[in-house]
């Protein structure tokens, strides 16, 4: 067994295995590549057994999301590090070689993600998570190259290696024994926000997370959940809120949580100027579903609150929308 996996979760997948499984073999010998099934009712399984079958694949006997599907799946997994990559990327030759020798020379990384490149659009980079997150003073998630829809030109802006707030979970590298250590994701969120809710309690632990800029992979995004299904907006809206209950201090709590909820109830009456009524619809339910989740995330508070210094003290949303700062530069600069 190799000290690392590349882990790959499959649900409904085929398609994407066909496509990009032979490359992330191809071009990761230093790991062992194992494929976490979610239950498919599609061919994914017999496509495994007769195309790879010396690829470890693990069966999970229902569909648990991606923070569950993952949760289970990674118990049956002993490596050192594990490389959390979705089934829609393509990765390039040596992607893994920078990111496993930063993670080896500095014991306080915790997580790393490489450059994130779009797959149909190979010179910009991609929504999910382009060269590191970072979060607002509000839990607005934004990136390096990356403002809300706003995506950017791969120039060569941004190929230093950084801390960042939060990595991807479409190519997402983590020390096992950290994940298992922090209860890995957590499997209410279902999917979305889950990785950036570790990636905060990774810094509540007191560890740091980077990107890699020397690693590039291409994702095509939306693979399982398209970024116009309402359920993708109903659980990017519930988990921000969920996600910030969890992790805020006590005395932000409050403060935070109000003005979100009214800049939600702003973001939904554009959907329903844009037409888009079952989004509208969509983000009053999040709300309703957040605060049926208060019982269990009020539980899950307490310890350690000092990521929090770690966001940035500006309202994104202020300045892309009234200022019309467009990239990561321009917001950050001023």
Known sequence: MKDTAVVILNYNGLGFLKQFLPN????????????????STDHSLSFLKENFPQTQVICNEVNYGFAGGYNHGLAHIQHENLVLLNSDVEVTPNWLTPILKRAAENPSIAAIQPKLLDFNKRDHFEYAGAAGGFLDKFGYAFCKGRIFDSLEKDLG????????????????FIKAKVFKDLGGFDERFFAHMEEIDLCWRIHNAGFTIQYESSSVVYHVGGGTLNKTNPFKTY????????????????????????????????????????????????????????????????????????????????????????????????????
């Open 157 to 172: 802006q941004y190929q230093t290696p950084t801390d960042i707030f939060w990595a991807t979970g479409a190519s997402f």
């Open 24 to 39: 992330v073999i191809e071009n990761s010998p230093e790991a062992d590549v194992i494929i976490i099934d979610n239950c």
């Open 235 to 334: 659980l990017n809206f519930r988990n921000n809120l969920a996600m910030l209950y969890k992790n805020l201090p006590t005395n932000k709590l409050f403060p935070v949580i109000f003005t979100r909820l009214i800049l939600d109830g702003i973001s939904s009456l554009k959907f329903l100027k844009d037409g888009n009524v079952k989004d509208f619809f969509a983000v009053a339910k999040a709300h309703f579903g957040f605060y049926a989740m208060i019982p269990y995330l009020t539980k899950k508070r307490g310890g350690s609150y000092q990521a929090y210094r770690k966001l940035s003290n500006f309202s994104v949303v202020w300045r892309y929308f009234v200022k019309k700062q467009k990239t990561y530069t321009e917001i950050c600069s001023k």
